[in-house]
């Protein structure tokens, strides 16, 4: 018989304690584990990932060029009238007018062009010509009506790029 | 029924471990709430160009209208292919304007420049597909001059960074 190693102080005294007995205190004084019940939160939760991810729509980032707009008086602005504008031409070309043919109506000796780049280059090239007016020569483009809005944004771009302060739209052809 | 392992007397109790989980949609959760843009009425779902080297600028808050100009959707142009290039309509604001209605687009940028916070600097920003011809977005550039708007923002993609 195992001897008990518990030294008796006072009024104490020494009761056998059955192992069920022991068990049964345990499980009595045991601390009671407290759960919220997390169901009708998860539920919720999975909701609001549904709603999210069948109404989210990933916006491309946006920005804006801007341009002015020709004044309808009828009378152009005096300066402008000194200086000779770059007209450029733009033309539907290929299947479904996808491409384009970009052409400069006021120097025919220029061949025409396919990209947006070219352009670009040649609004360069035709700058020092100008001498300290270079910027404030006026670029007109004038698109055909069966241009995509992309090559006419494109071509604008290409002369915002090239630091023309006076870029416009002429009526299409 | 299945017996413990460790408790032979008693049934299995089988738990299902679900706190990774539950992590895992929070994080989902909180990354589409971050990055989810609600529609607004000023934005028509449509392809804006995007021109090489974009000089585009990011948008800054100020007294201006949007005009979008809607194309047909992909499926109504399967049904009629002759639509494709088309403007469907013109939206400024939540307010739609037929096609045909010039006058009405006139009118509308009209008060919506008087209504503005200051009418001298209103800007109107020009929202059109980037496969509508030119044909279909002029008739807006001339409403503009009509509407005796000095100055406009044409919309395209943003040059990507980096």
């Known amino acids: ?173 | 029924m299945a017996k413990s392992s460790v408790m032979k007397t008693g049934p299995a109790n089988v738990v299902f471990n679900m706190t990774p989980m539950i992590d895992c949609v929070f994080q989902l959760l909180i990354f589409f709430m971050l990055t989810t843009q609600m529609a607004s009425a000023d934005f028509v779902n449509m392809k804006v160009p995007k021109p090489d080297l974009s000089q585009a600028k990011k948008p800054v808050e100020e007294n201006k209208a949007v005009v979008n100009v809607v194309p047909y959707s992909e499926s109504e142009i399967k049904k009629d292919s002759i639509r494709k290039g088309l403007a469907k309509e013109y939206k400024l604001g939540s307010l739609f304007i037929a096609k045909n209605n010039m006058e009405g687009l006139v009118n509308e940028l009209e008060k919506a420049r008087r209504t503005s916070k200051n009418p001298k600097e209103f800007v109107v920003e020009l929202r059109a597909d980037q496969s509508i011809r030119y044909n279909q977005i002029e008739p807006v550039l001339r409403a503009m001059q009509e509407a005796e708007l000095g100055k406009m923002y044409i919309t395209a993609l943003l040059e990507p960074q980096g």
């Open chain 1, 1 to 173: 018989m195992a001897r008990s190693q518990k030294n008796i102080t006072g009024d104490e005294t020494v009761h056998y304690v059955s192992a069920r007995k022991q068990r049964e205190d345990k499980k009595k004084h045991a601390s009671t584990a407290i759960q919220p019940p997390l169901t009708p939160m998860i539920d919720i939760v999975f909701q609001l990932l549904l709603f999210f991810l069948l109404a989210c729509q990933f916006r491309m980032d946006e920005g804006h060029i801007a341009a002015n707009l020709p004044d309808l008086s009828g009378k152009p602005p005096a300066d402008t009238l000194k200086i000779d504008p770059i007209d450029v031409t733009l033309e539907a070309t290929g299947s479904d007018n996808l491409d384009v043919l970009i052409q400069i109506q006021s120097d025919t000796n220029v061949p025409p062009m396919t990209t947006a780049e070219e352009l670009y280059v040649y609004l360069m090239q035709v700058k020092p010509d100008h001498g300290k007016q270079a910027d404030d020569v006026p670029v007109t483009i004038k698109p055909f009506g069966n241009v995509p809005w992309m090559h006419v944004v494109n071509a604008f771009n290409q002369a915002v790029r090239a630091d023309y302060k006076k870029v416009g739209f002429k009526p299409s052809g």
